[in-house]
């Protein structure tokens, strides 16, 4: 049985204002290391064997206080990073809907079918993370591991380990880390549901 842990990215100031958030570098807020502190103490006590996480800033720095308060060994991969958002970097929600009324309608309602402008398809992101969701799980049999994730990644990895179409995207959001038991021989592991 192994346990995954998925962590999301702790507050930033463009977390706060709900920006699309991906290629920036953002440091993260007095909230956010007080937040990424009070994960690290909560996960001492689960001895975490190993802790992923993305190069992005923001995915570093989270780590880095989980990290401090366990012995976890941080690696870091690519595989982890946040959806390329492309012309929507920095954007909030609102704003995406006032640029980019036609794909921010498919955002909403079917994310899965949405390339996001000069940034990612959404499906090629998907298959990115449930990849690296499987090499994780399965390097780290019986043991404890976490993942720091960016949000969207956060809630690919969530769709994959629970088989949801990717296209209720929005429905497996998390502020908080979320727990996950992986038996590899009763149960497959992570892969994208059809969109």
Not at 21 to 48: C, F, I, M, N, V
Not at 74 to 92: I, N, P, S
Not at 129 to 151: D, S, W
Request: hydrophobic share 40%.
């Amino acid at each position: 049985m192994t346990s995954l842990v998925l962590i999301p990215w702790a507050g930033t100031a463009w977390g706060a204002g709900s920006r699309f958030a991906s290629r920036t570098p953002l440091p993260l807020s007095p909230e956010g290391r007080t937040q990424a502190g009070a994960w690290g103490d909560a996960l001492a006590a689960r001895e975490l064997a190993a802790l992923y996480s993305s190069r992005e800033q923001t995915s570093v720095e989270t780590a880095e206080y989980v990290v401090a308060r366990s012995e976890a060994k941080h690696r870091l991969t690519d595989e982890l990073r946040e959806l390329d958002y492309g012309l929507w970097e920095g954007l909030t929600e609102a704003e995406l809907h006032e640029r980019f009324p036609r794909l921010g309608k498919r955002w909403l309602n079917d994310p899965g079918s949405v390339s996001l402008p000069e940034g990612d398809t959404v499906v090629a992101a998907a298959e990115r993370v449930a990849a690296m969701l499987r090499q994780i799980t399965r390097k780290h049999g019986n043991e404890t591991v976490g993942a720091i994730v960016a949000p969207a990644v956060l809630a690919l990895g969530r769709c994959a380990l629970e088989d949801v179409p990717i296209r209720r995207l929005r429905d497996f959001t998390a502020t908080e880390p979320v727990w996950y038991e992986l038996d590899l021989v009763d149960r497959k592991t992570p892969a994208v549901a059809d969109a």
